[in-house]
C-alpha cells in the first residue's frame, strides 16, 4: 500500500488582481470613462459625452438583447434583425403621429405627451413582435440548424422587409420631433445634458434589470437558460420548446422595435435602412459580450456608447474604426467574447 | 485535350448548360460585331466583370461554405488602386499593373487579417465582422476626402491606346470603328476571361477538393489532418485578390472610381443573388448568375414601369411595381431559391437537386 501523496492546503488570500479578474468587463467601462475624463479637456464635455455615450449603449443594448437571447435559445444568427428595428421606428413614429405627439400646438402638459410616447412605443413593439412571428414562420422555420443557408435568408428578410418600408411609407427619409416634454437640456455643473439621453439610459436600465430578473428569477428565464444550455434536455423534460422558441423571437424583435423608436426620436430622423446601419454596431457588441450573454451585451453596448462618443469628440474620422478596434482588442483577451455563454455548436 | 485542360475538367455537365455557355462566351467574345452601340457594350463589360466577381465570391461562398459581407469592400480596394495608380503615376499599363498589384496586396492583407480573428474562433464571426469592417471601410472611404474623393469619387485618364481617341486602322470592320474603346473591351474580357480560367484552376486542385470538404464536414477534414483554419484563410486572401483584380478592371473600363459605383452595400446584395440564383459550388453558376442578373437588372425594370402603369388606380400594386422596388421582388426570388433551388440554375439543369 502506497501512503497518499503529499497534501498541504495553503489558505493564502487571492491577490486583488486575481479577485478582480472575474468583474473585468465592467471594471472595463470605469477604465474607459476614466481614460475619458483624463482625455478630454474640459469637464462638462466629459458629462455631455458621457450621458450621450450611455444613451446610445442603452439603445444598441436593447436592440443587440434581442439578438443575442435568439442566438443563443435557437442558434440562429438573424441577419433580419435591422428590418425589426426600421418597421419600429416607422410604425412608433407613425403612431405617434396619429396621437398627436410631437405637433408643435399639441398640449404641452407633460403627462399626456409621455403617454403617447409610451402608447407608440408598445404600438412598435407589438407590431414587431407579429411580425417576428411572421418572420420566424415564413423565413427562418425552414432553415433551424443551417447556419449558411439563415445567413442567406435572414438577410433576403431584410431586403424584402426594407423595400416593403418603401413602398409603405415612401422612399423618403422622414423627420421626427421629439415631444415637448422631453425636448431641450438640463445644466449640470455646466454641461448640458440632454432630457432624452437621461430617460434613454434609464429605460435602458430599467430594461437590463427587468431582463436579469426574468432571466434569474423566474421559471421562464430558467427555461430559456436551460433551453440555451441544452435544448433537447428541456425538450425531453417535457416543455414544448417550440413554443419558448416563438416566444423568445417575438421578444426580441419587440425589443429591437422599441430600440428602433428610441434610436429614431434620437437621431430625430428615420430611414428604410436605419436598421442596416445600426446592426453594424449590434454585430459588433454581441460578439465582444459573447454569443447569447445579456449580460456580456450590455457591457459590451456601454463600452461601445462611451468609446463612440469619445472618439467621435477626440478624433471624429476614427469613430467607427474606433469600435472595429475595440472588437479586435477584445477578441485577442478573450476570443469567445467577454461572457460566453453558448459553447461552439 | 487543349480544350479541357483550359477548363480544368470541369465539364458543365449537361448539353443545355453547355451550349448556353458557349453561346454566352460567344456572345461575349463577339460583343463589340454583334451588338454595336455604347450601352450594350457597356452591359458586356459589366457582365464580364461581374462574372469574374461572382466566381472569386462563389471559391468562399460555395466552395468554402463561408459567408462573407465584405467582398465589395476587396473589389473597392481593387478599383481604388488602379484608380490611385493611374491618377498618381499618369497614364500608362505600368501604372494600372502598379496599381493593381497594390490593390490586391492591400486587399489580401485586410483579409488575411480579417480571417486571422474571425475564422480562427468560430466561422459564423466571419459574416458579421465582414459586414462590420466593410460599413467602416466604405466610412472611411468618404470620409478621407483628399486621397479618394469622398462620396463623389474621382475620374482619371486611362492609356491613351484604350481611349476612344485612339485609330487601331482607318475604315470600319463589320460596321464598327476600330478606335481604343474596342481594345479597351477586350482588355477587359481578356483579364476577366484570364481570372476566370484561374479560378477554376483552383477550385478544381487538390486545394479546391480540400475547401468542398471543409464545407462539407470541416469536424471531419480537421480530423483527417487538414489545417481547416489555414484553409479557409487562404481561400478568404485568394478570393479578396481575384475580386480586387476585377475591380482594378472595372475601374479601367470606368475610367471612374467613387463609393456608389465601386464599394455599396447594394453591389454586395447583386453578387450574392447571382452566385445563389446562378448556383452555389460551381463555377458555372457564376457565370449564369451574373450573365442573367446584368441582363435583367435593366430589363426587369422595364416590365415593373409596364406593369406599374397597367395597375394603375388599383391600391398599393402600382407602388409594389414600381420601378424602383426591384430589389424587393429580388430579395423574394433569393429566399425562394435558397429554399427550393440550393442548386441555382446549373443544379436544376444537370438535373440533380
Redesign the interface.
Known amino acids: 500500500m502506497s501512503l497518499a501523496p503529499e497534501h498541504a492546503p495553503t489558505m493564502a488570500r487571492q491577490s486583488l488582481l486575481q479577485r478582480l479578474e472575474p468583474h473585468a468587463p465592467a471594471l472595463l467601462i470605469a477604465a474607459l470613462a476614466l481614460a475619458g475624463l483624463a482625455l478630454i479637456p474640459a469637464l462638462s464635455s466629459w458629462i455631455t459625452l458621457t450621458v450621450a455615450g450611455l444613451a446610445m449603449g442603452m439603445m444598441i443594448f436593447t436592440i443587440a438583447s434581442g439578438m443575442t437571447l435568439v442566438f443563443g435559445l435557437l442558434d440562429v ?1 438573424n ?1 433580419g434583425h435591422g428590418a425589426f428595428i426600421s418597421v419600429g421606428a416607422f410604425v412608433g413614429v407613425s403612431a405617434l403621429a396619429a396621437l398627436g405627439g410631437g405637433a408643435p400646438d399639441a398640449d404641452p402638459s407633460a403627462l399626456s405627451d409621455l403617454t403617447t410616447l409610451a402608447l407608440a412605443a408598445i404600438a412598435a413593439m407589438a407590431a414587431t413582435a407579429l411580425m417576428g412571428l411572421a418572420f420566424e414562420r415564413v ?1 427562418v422555420r ?2 433551424y440548424g443551417a ?3 439563415q ?3 435572414t ?3 431584410l ?2 422587409v426594407q ?2 418600408i ?2 409603405v411609407w415612401g ?1 423618403d427619409e422622414i423627420h421626427v420631433a421629439r415631444p415637448e416634454s422631453l425636448k431641450g437640456a438640463w445644466t449640470f455643473a455646466g454641461a448640458a445634458v440632454e432630457k432624452y439621453r437621461v430617460m434613454a439610459v434609464g429605460l435602458g436600465l430599467a430594461l437590463f434589470l427587468g431582463l436579469r430578473w426574468l432571466m434569474r428569477g423566474t421559471k421562464v428565464g430558467l427555461l430559456v437558460r436551460a433551453g440555451v444550455e441544452n435544448g433537447e434536455m428541456v425538450e425531453a423534460l417535457g416543455y414544448d420548446i417550440r413554443r419558448l422558441f416563438i416566444a423568445v423571437f417575438m421578444a426580441g424583435s419587440a425589443l429591437a422595435g422599441l430600440g428602433g423608436v428610441m434610436w429614431g426620436l434620437y437621431q430625430e430622423v428615420i430611414t428604410a435602412h436605419m436598421g ?2 445600426i ?3 449590434v ?2 457588441v ?2 465582444i459580450g459573447g454569443l447569447g450573454s445579456v449580460e456580456g451585451c450590455f457591457i459590451g453596448a456601454l463600452l461601445i456608447g462611451l468609446l463612440y462618443n469619445y472618439v467621435a469628440f477626440l478624433a471624429p ?1 476614427a469613430a ?2 474606433s ?2 478596434g475595440l ?2 482588442a477584445i ?2 483577451w478573450r ?2 467574447g467577454m461572457f460566453p455563454v453558448v459553447k ?1 455548436k | 485535350m487543349f480544350f479541357g485542360r483550359l477548363i480544368s475538367g470541369d465539364r458543365p455537365g449537361s448539353p443545355i448548360l453547355a451550349i448556353v455557355l458557349i453561346a454566352i462566351l460567344l456572345g461575349l467574345a463577339f460583343a463589340p460585331f454583334l451588338f454595336p452601340g455604347t450601352r450594350s457594350l457597356d452591359t458586356a463589360a459589366r457582365i464580364c466583370i461581374f462574372i469574374a466577381l461572382a466566381a472569386s465570391y462563389d471559391l468562399l ?1 460555395g466552395y468554402t ?1 463561408i ?1 462573407s459581407f465584405a467582398h465589395v469592400m476587396f473589389f473597392g480596394i481593387g478599383a481604388y488602386g488602379a484608380a490611385l495608380g493611374l491618377d498618381g503615376l499618369g497614364r500608362g499599363f505600368g501604372s494600372i499593373a502598379i496599381g493593381a498589384a497594390g490593390g490586391a496586396v492591400a486587399a489580401a492583407a485586410l483579409a488575411f487579417v480579417i480571417g486571422l ?2 475564422l ?6 466571419f ?3 465582414t ?3 466593410a ?2 471601410f466604405a ?2 472611404v468618404s ?2 476626402s483628399d486621397i479618394t474623393g469622398g462620396e463623389d469619387g474621382f475620374s482619371f485618364k486611362v492609356p491613351r491606346e484604350l481611349t476612344p481617341a485612339f485609330k487601331i486602322a482607318d475604315g470600319k470592320l463589320f460596321g464598327v470603328s476600330l478606335n481604343g474603346k474596342l481594345l479597351l473591351y477586350y482588355f477587359v474580357f481578356t483579364g476577366c476571361l484570364v481570372l476566370f480560367l484561374a479560378l477554376l484552376r483552383v477550385v478544381n486542385s487538390p486545394f479546391g477538393r480540400v475547401l468542398q470538404a471543409i464545407r462539407e464536414n470541416d469536424f471531419r477534414a480537421e480530423a483527417i489532418g487538414f489545417r481547416v483554419v489555414r484553409y479557409r484563410i487562404a481561400a478568404t486572401c485568394l478570393s479578396a485578390v481575384a475580386a480586387a483584380l476585377a475591380g482594378s478592371l472595372f475601374a479601367v473600363w470606368l475610367r471612374y472610381a467613387g463609393p456608389d459605383a465601386v464599394l455599396s ?1 447594394e453591389i454586395m ?1 447583386d453578387v ?1 443573388l447571382m452566385v ?1 440564383i446562378g448556383g452555389m459550388g460551381t463555377m458555372w453558376g457564376a457565370v449564369i448568375g451574373a450573365t442573367l442578373f446584368v441582363i435583367a437588372q435593366s430589363y426587369l425594370r422595364e416590365v415593373m414601369g409596364a406593369l406599374s402603369d397597367a395597375t394603375e388606380g388599383a391600391p ?1 400594386l402600382p ?2 411595381f ?1 420601378p ?2 426591384w ?2 421582388w ?3 426570388i ?2 425562394l431559391s ?2 427550393f433551388f ?1 442548386t441555382g440554375v446549373v443544379g436544376r439543369l444537370r438535373g440533380k437537386d
Open positions: 444568427i441577419f423565413i425552414p432553415v447556419h449558411l443557408k445567413i442567406l435568408v438577410m433576403g428578410g431586403i424584402i423595400q416593403l418603401f413602398v422612399p442596416g446601419d446592426m453594424v454596431m454585430f459588433i454581441v460578439i474620422k467607427l474604426v469600435n472595429i472588437m479586435v477578441l485577442m476570443p469567445q461552439a | 461562398l461554405g459567408v480573428f474571425s480562427r474562433v468560430r466561422a459564423i464571426f459574416a458579421m465582422i459586414l462590420a469592417v460599413s467602416a466610412v472611411m470620409q478621407f452595400f446584395v450574392l445563389v398599393l407602388d409594389l414600381n424602383d422596388r430589389l424587393l429580388l430579395g423574394v433569393f429566399v435558397v429554399y440550393p
